[in-house]
C-alpha cells in the first residue's frame, strides 16, 4: 500500500513537471543578468521631450539594427499595450516575428504564471503573452528586459522618501489596467498591489492598508480621484510624474544594454515594449550598435 503511495506521489510529481516542461505552464520570465553595461553615448529621450512627439509619431512604432561589424541584429516592435487578441497590432507583430526569426526575445514586464490549457496568453497577460508563446513554439530563449526593482528602488532613495516610492509602485498598476477596464472594486484592487508591489527592502510595510494610501493620495492630490484616474500621458504633477519619468528612463537604460550585450553576443533579437519606448531609444540604441 505504501509503496503504491509513493508511486502515484511520483507519477503525480513527473506530471507536473512535465507541464512546465512542454510550456504548458509558463513561468515567470526571467531577468537578463548584464555583468557590465555600458555608458551609453546618446541619452535616452525623457517622457517631457517624448510629449512633443507623443501624438504624431507611427504606430506601431518598427524597426531593425543590423550593425555592420557585428553578426547579432536586433528588432524593435514598439505596440500599444492591450489584451485584445483581435487587435491588428498584434498582427503586426507576428508578421515581424516570422520575418525576422528571431534567437532571443526580450518582453517588458515578469510575463508567466499561466496554464495553456485554460487561459488565453493575450487576454492574461496581453502581448507580452503573444510574444512568450511564439518564443514557447520556436524553442528559443525569453527574457523580461525589466531592470530588477531592488536596483530601482535604490536610485530612487537618492532622491524620493520610501512612503513616495511606495506609492508610485502600488498605484502604477493601478492606473496601467485602467486601460483595459474600470475595476468593479477599486479599494479591493489597490489593497493587492499594496501588498504585491511593494514586497521590497525600504518599502516594504510603509503603508499597509489603501485607506492609508487614500489619505496620503487626498494631502497630496487633493483634487483628483485616483478611482477612476489612468495613466494615459502622464500622472499628476509632483513626484507620482517625476518618478515615473524617472524609473521610465532607468528602465530603457537597462533594456537598451540588455539589447547591446545580446547583438554584440551575435544574437538576433526580438524585443516588445510599449509604443513610447521604441522612439525613445532608438537614437541610443542605433549609437550604441555602431
Not at 520570465?29 to 551609453?40: G, S, T
Not at 507611427?58 to 483581435?86: A, F, M, N, W
Not at 538576433?268 to 513610447?276: H, I
Amino acid at each position: 500500500m505504501i509503496r503504491k503511495i509513493f508511486i502515484g506521489i511520483g507519477l503525480l510529481v513527473l506530471f507536473i513537471l512535465s507541464l512546465f516542461y512542454f510550456k504548458v505552464i509558463w513561468v515567470l520570465a526571467p531577468f537578463y543578468e548584464i555583468e557590465k553595461p555600458v555608458d551609453l553615448a546618446v541619452p535616452i529621450m525623457d517622457m517631457e521631450s517624448y510629449k512633443e512627439i507623443w501624438d504624431t509619431h507611427r504606430r506601431p512604432y518598427i524597426y531593425s539594427i543590423h550593425p555592420p561589424k557585428l553578426e547579432g541584429e536586433v528588432c524593435v516592435v514598439g505596440i500599444d499595450h492591450t489584451k485584445d487578441p483581435t487587435n491588428p497590432h498584434l498582427d503586426s507583430l507576428t508578421h515581424y516575428w516570422n520575418i525576422f526569426n528571431p534567437e532571443v526575445a526580450l518582453v517588458e514586464g515578469r510575463v508567466g504564471n499561466l496554464i495553456t490549457w485554460f487561459q488565453d496568453p493575450v487576454k492574461e497577460l496581453g502581448e507580452g503573452g503573444l510574444v512568450t508563446k511564439l518564443a514557447n513554439e520556436k524553442g528559443i530563449n525569453l527574457y523580461s528586459w525589466e531592470s530588477r526593482r531592488e536596483k530601482e528602488i535604490e536610485f530612487l532613495l537618492q532622491q524620493y522618501t520610501p512612503e513616495e516610492i511606495a506609492m508610485f509602485y502600488t498605484f502604477r498598476p493601478y492606473f496601467s489596467n485602467m486601460r483595459y477596464e474600470k475595476y468593479d472594486d477599486p479599494e479591493s484592487a489597490l489593497q493587492e498591489y499594496l501588498e504585491s508591489r511593494t514586497d521590497y527592502p525600504h518599502i516594504r510595510g510603509v503603508f499597509k492598508t489603501w485607506q492609508e494610501l487614500d489619505k496620503k493620495w487626498k494631502d497630496d492630490f487633493p483634487n483628483i480621484d485616483w478611482r477612476a484616474y489612468g495613466s494615459g500621458k502622464g500622472y499628476p504633477k509632483g513626484y507620482l510624474h517625476e518618478i515615473w519619468n524617472y524609473t521610465n528612463i532607468l528602465r530603457d537604460e537597462h533594456m537598451v544594454n540588455t539589447i547591446i550585450d545580446l547583438v554584440k553576443r551575435g544574437e538576433r533579437v526580438f524585443v516588445t515594449m510599449g509604443v513610447s519606448h521604441a522612439p525613445r531609444i532608438e537614437e541610443t540604441l542605433r549609437a550604441g550598435l555602431k
